[in-house]
């Protein structure tokens, strides 16, 4: 099946401060999807990006499917955005796998 | 529009006791998902179905684990019997048929002592 990796698995931010995730995945992608896990284990739906980029406030993502990647953007961060974001991945008629995930904390 | 919705949130039992999770789906959401997740990793999935048909079941643990969606909607996940290693969140996601966005539910917690 495709495998999903993420970068980097941790990342300490000072509010305020920009930062850059980055999903690699090891086949084409008809569905690549970026959620957030809050501290309370919920999972948000940040982005539903196969190609292209999109923007949501101070959270966009770009996914580049011809050279397997995908970045989220972060500006601004703000305490709130403190959880873990995971990437999800899947082409064909496979399963959507998810990667290990970046685990941020935001200080104050 | 409703989301996902998931009951109990939180379930603690012993071990070999049974227990069972339900998930009621967006509605029109065709495609429904139940997962694992194991602490600090992401999500694994264990049955995938289309309407009431599971298309994808090839990680569940079948000597414990069954699960069904009877109607195409809502869907039970069980555990009988449940060991410590079965201790984790288990999610229910759902969306419509194709690629499209997956929405997840609050998911269960489930502690087996």
């Known amino acids: 099946g495709i495998q999903v990796e993420q970068s980097p698995p941790d990342l300490i931010l000072q509010e305020g401060a920009n930062s850059t995730l980055r999903c690699n995945f090891s086949d084409s992608v008809n569905n690549l999807q970026w959620f957030h896990q809050n501290p309370w284990g919920q999972l948000i739906n940040l982005f539903y990006?196969?190609?292209g980029t999109k923007q949501n406030g101070r959270l966009s993502a770009t996914t580049v499917a011809t050279e397997r990647y995908s970045l989220l953007y972060i500006s601004s961060s703000q305490t709130t955005d403190s959880g873990v974001y995971f990437c999800?991945?899947?082409?064909?008629?496979?399963?959507?796998?998810f990667g290990g995930g970046t685990r941020l904390m935001v200080k104050p | 529009e409703a989301g996902v919705v998931q009951s109990p949130r939180y379930k603690i039992i012993e071990k070999k006791q049974p227990v069972a999770f339900w998930c009621n789906p967006i509605s029109g959401h065709n495609t429904l998902y139940w997962y694992l997740q194991n602490l600090g990793q992401g999500p694994e999935l264990l049955i995938r179905y289309e309407n009431e048909e599971a298309v994808d079941d090839s990680q569940l643990p079948k000597d414990r684990f069954s699960a069904e969606r009877l109607k195409g909607v809502d869907s039970t996940l069980k555990i009988q019997p449940a060991e410590l290693g079965d201790s984790a969140v288990y999610l229910c996601?759902?969306?419509?048929?194709?690629?499209?966005?997956?929405?997840f539910g609050n998911g269960t917690r489930l502690t087996v002592t």
């Open positions: 996601a759902s969306r419509t048929m194709g690629y499209s966005p997956l929405h």
């Open positions: 990006i196969p190609s």
């Open positions: 999800a991945a899947q082409y064909a008629g496979n399963m959507l796998t």
